[in-house]
């Protein structure tokens, strides 16, 4: 079946660069996304990428898709102390509705 | 519109006593995902709903958990009887369901129950 991974914690200073790594198996998948969750929150979707892109950009986030090595990450330039949260990666393909999440990034901004 | 809506925020029962959680999806969104949270399988799929028909409900864990949309603005998760091994978060999501295109979905902030 189909598996998403992620590394479960990442600590970063404000003003660096964050990268946050996720693997999936299923080589169907068509969406790939990513999701932020707030301490006591839902899940707020921060931005997509399409399985025919190798790239995508979107004011501070940054998507890098390796469909080869089935890799996708997230990179959020100058990260604030508002950007810590759990991040979660999801793949869906076009043969289901539901999505496959993993276990999601916590990222911790350190001032 | 105001989002993906659920209720109760928050839950506290006793073992056995039957819990209902309340979700009303966002207008026009013709799917309907009902999620569970916890910290040691992180988020599943219980069920999910097409124009009010459940399509997959492999993810709902026994026969204490059911649910229900009986119209297009609202669907139910119903656990009868509860027990402490429910204590979660459960998260309701709609989408749009649009063919060949990301058909996002956006969750509601989700239902914390405890079952003591």
């Known amino acids: 079946g189909e598996d998403v991974e992620q590394s479960l914690f990442l600590s970063v200073r404000e003003g660096d660069s964050s990268v946050i790594n996720c693997t999936y198996t299923?080589?169907?998948?068509?969406?790939l996304y990513w999701y932020k969750q707030e301490p006591g929150a839902g899940l707020q979707l921060l931005t997509y990428?399409?399985?025919?892109?190798d790239m995508k950009q979107d004011q501070r986030l940054t998507v890098l898709l390796n469909k080869k090595d089935k890799h996708l990450s997230l990179r959020i330039a100058d990260t604030q102390t508002g950007d810590s949260a759990i991040y979660f990666c999801?793949?869906?393909?076009?043969?289901?509705?539901?999505?496959?999440f993993g276990s999601g990034t916590r990222l911790q901004v350190q001032p | 519109d105001a989002g993906v809506i659920q209720s109760p925020r928050h839950e506290v029962t006793e073992m056995g006593q039957e819990v209902t959680l309340r979700c009303k999806p966002i207008?026009?969104?013709?799917?309907l995902f009902w999620y569970r949270q916890t910290m040691m399988r992180g988020l599943e799929l219980l069920i999910y709903?097409?124009?009010?028909?459940?399509?997959?409900d492999s993810g709902m864990p026994e026969d204490r958990f059911s649910a229900k949309m009986p119209n297009a603005s609202f669907s139910t998760l119903k656990i009868q009887p509860s027990e402490p091994r429910d204590s979660a978060v459960y998260f309701c999501?709609?989408?749009?369901?649009?063919?060949?295109?990301?058909?996002?979905?956006?969750f509601g902030p989700g239902t914390r129950l405890t079952v003591l």
């Open positions: 999501a709609s989408s749009p369901g649009l063919a060949g295109v990301t058909d996002t979905q956006y």
């Open positions: 299923d080589s169907s998948s068509t969406y």
């Open positions: 990428i399409f399985s025919n892109m």
């Open positions: 999801a793949e869906r393909d076009t043969g289901r509705r539901a999505l496959t």
């Open positions: 207008s026009g969104h013709d799917y």
């Open positions: 709903f097409n124009n009010n028909v459940p399509i997959d």
